[in-house]
């Protein structure tokens, strides 16, 4: 790999992980505005440690070494070094079981968001699917899941993993769900800042998950997955900070990060049955659903173009 695709990557990551964490950073300023201003640095330089240090590096390393289990923990951890040709090549061996995992978590991810939450809708799709259509989305689900198995059945591994990919989602989500909802009740009680520390780091790890599955879509290198994962963490932390109220009102971004999840979703399916894509395709992708739904949130917000903003 050229070091030219290694900066594409990591741009890519570092971008996925902006504007997928945004939710989480909205919750996370709602909860923050209630605490004092020595706990606030608190929650951007000490959960940092935790935020990118730990659950942005032990969570990959967990997924990968769920699917290779013989290999040692010192092993894994020479990868980041370069020390280890074993685990590299064993990585890349199971690819397609790490891939196949990630691609059916990312796409149930999105059809959930397509067919079950409220959204304003930017792509022709989404206006024919303003409306709740849950019963759709249960059927998509169970239907690619039968798909898969299908395809997948001559690997029984694959088939495995497809379906904890499956079962993953609709975990996870039950969590994400919950905190949300918990959120507004917890904010009425009166917390220590302690306590909404805590809290807020415990949300942070439950958000994690979707961009540490969703970066295999663009590398197996934990490396360079540790290294954009972390850029992106600490500069959402910094934008909850300085104002995440003005991301809130860009109201199409949701809509392109969940689009290129989607995306990702596929390409990740597709490689996982060795259907090899350019190494560059995911950050591309990313890269213009995000920035096309950033302009048209823009333009929608100030009545002015980009260019005119770039101007003044």
């Known amino acids: ?174 969590f994400k769900e919950t905190a949300e909802r918990k959120e507004e009740k917890l904010m009425r009680k009166k917390m220590s800042n302690v306590s909404k520390f805590m809290y807020l780091e415990v949300l942070d790890a439950t958000f994690s998950f979707d961009g540490v599955v969703g970066a295999f879509a663009f590398t197996t290198n934990l490396l360079y997955i540790v290294i954009g994962l972390g850029i992106g963490a600490i500069v959402l932390r910094e934008l909850t900070i300085l104002g995440i109220d003005k991301i809130a009102k860009y109201r199409w971004l949701k809509n392109g990060a969940m689009t290129a999840i989607g995306f990702l979703g596929i390409f990740m399916i597709l490689e996982s049955f060795h259907i090899e894509l350019p190494i560059y395709l995911p950050t591309l992708v990313t890269s213009i659903i995000v920035g096309y739904a950033f302009y048209k949130s823009h333009k929608h917000l100030t009545g002015s173009t980009l260019y005119s903003y770039f101007r003044k």
């Open 1 to 174: 790999m050229t070091f030219i695709e290694a900066l594409l990557i990591i741009f890519g990551l570092t971008l996925f992980e902006i504007v997928n964490s945004i939710d989480n950073a909205i919750i996370n300023a709602h909860v923050l505005r209630t605490m004092s201003q020595k706990w606030r640095k608190m929650f951007l330089y000490v959960g940092i440690i935790t935020s990118v240090f730990l659950v942005r590096l032990i969570l990959p390393l967990l997924i990968v070494w769920l699917v290779i289990p013989h290999i040692s923990l010192i092993e894994l951890l020479k990868v980041f070094t370069g020390g280890s040709t074993i685990a590299a090549e064993a990585i890349e061996q199971q690819k397609p079981i790490i891939l196949i995992f990630g691609g059916m978590f990312m796409v149930l991810l999105y059809f959930h968001w397509l067919f079950m939450e409220r959204k304003h809708p930017l792509f022709i799709h989404e206006r024919l699917l303003k409306e709740h259509h849950d019963v759709w989305f249960f059927a998509f689900a169970a239907i690619l899941l039968v798909v898969l198995l299908y395809f997948a059945r001559g690997n029984p591994t694959m088939m495995l993993a497809t379906s904890i990919g499956s079962a993953a989602f609709f975990i996870i989500y039950g």
